[in-house]
């Protein structure tokens, strides 16, 4: 079974696509494979389903939507006249709860996390192109926000901001990777979209503002810096961190020829730490 949620949500069996149309199957299939290989309980997907105020059918409706699910299930599994698992066997019922059997085959958030630890082995070993080499690899298994088609309640909206946590945190690392290659001028574009689109998240700033001043461009970067304490002392009451606003001074004495990318690459990853995306 292939599970792929970085984006929309797919889920193939035998080459044939499992997922349902209907927006409440589809959401308790998303909710299993967010869970692949692990029980999930009958009180979790009724709780993502209809919240903490359930109707008294809750069980009994959800058990129609594994039903629906198995069928599915049931028909990809045809395809192959030498299969012997049965849909059963695959979407299992367990005591208390199910289990959806990813049965080895890829599920991509998994994959992202092992691509992206193998970046930050990497990163902490100093291999600056490996790290980049491998975390664009895992980010490059996103095609859109997690899970972008499905309803959400509370349950899945938890892993998908966790998620969501974990695709910035490859991005942050990546970026920093290829500023302590030089590659400021290439990050230039990217850093212009992700600053406006995460407008206090520090670390992209500090990167941004990096980037510009070894670019030789001093005053966008302080600009940025300025834009960046405007939102958050109006939003949050809040200053830059200490971290910054070294940062900042750092560019307000230094010549862009005479930074060390290495040195202020590490001065622009200490600033990251706080995020509110707007």
């Known amino acids: 079974m292939d599970i792929n949620l970085l984006g929309a949500l797919s889920v193939t069996e035998n080459g044939l696509s499992v997922t349902p149309t209907a927006p409440k199957p589809r959401q308790v299939l998303a909710l299993l494979a967010l869970h692949a290989d692990q029980v999930v309980s009958v009180a979790t997907l009724i709780e993502e389903l209809w919240g903490k105020n359930p109707p008294r059918s809750a069980r009994t409706t959800l058990q129609t939507y594994v039903l629906q699910l198995r069928e599915l299930l049931g028909e990809a ?20 709860g199910y289990r959806l059997e990813s049965r080895g085959g890829t599920v991509d958030y998994r994959e992202f996390e092992r691509r992206a630890g193998t970046g930050y082995r990497a990163m902490d070993a100093d291999d600056h192109q490996g790290a980049s080499r491998w975390l664009t690899d895992a980010l490059s298994l996103w095609t859109g926000p ?10 899945i909206q938890m892993e ?31 850093l212009t979209v992700l600053v406006n689109q995460y407008r206090m998240h520090e670390s992209l700033h500090g990167q941004f503002m990096l980037a510009l ?66």
Do not use: M
Request: net charge positive.
């Open 160 to 190: 998908v901001q966790r998620l969501e946590e974990a695709r910035l945190c490859a991005l942050d690392q990546r970026i920093e990777a290829d500023l302590r290659l030089g590659r400021h001028r290439e990050l230039l574009s990217e």
């Open 77 to 96: 599994l045809a395809r192959d006249e030498n299969e012997r698992c049965t849909a059963k066997d695959i979407l299992a019922t367990l005591p208390g």
């Open 213 to 278: 001043h070894r670019s030789g461009r001093r005053g966008e970067a302080l600009n940025v810096y300025q834009r960046l304490r405007t939102t958050l002392v109006s939003e949050l009451g809040l200053e830059p961190s200490a971290a910054l606003s070294r940062l900042q001074r750092f560019i307000l004495t230094a010549h862009p020829e005479t930074v060390s990318p290495t040195a202020a690459a590490g001065a622009a990853g200490a600033a990251g730490g706080r995020l509110v995306a707007r």
């Open 146 to 155: 997690a899970l972008t088609d499905v309803q959400v309640g509370s349950q």
